[in-house]
């Protein structure tokens, strides 16, 4: 291979690795905004969890009174 075949082959690699460096980028952005979102539902869970261990739910029944006959 002459020197300029050498060269150009060394220039493709280059642009190749560029390439994969972009990628690896976009995929590092899309990965942060899966993890923030894993854990604000976790934050949104704890909140859950704590307030329902502050604040135990009685034996009531939840449901509203039974309606009186309206004539």
Do not use: C, F, H, W
Request: no cysteine.
């Amino acid at each position: 291979m002459s020197l300029y075949g050498e060269a150009i082959a060394a220039m493709r690699r280059i642009v190749l690795v560029d390439d994969r460096v972009t990628q690896l980028a976009e995929q590092n952005r899309d990965l942060t905004v899966v993890v923030q979102e894993i854990r604000d539902r976790v934050s949104r869970l704890e909140g859950m969890i704590a307030g329902m261990t502050i604040s135990p739910v009685s034996n009531r029944s939840r449901r509203l009174p039974p309606r009186g006959k309206t004539d």
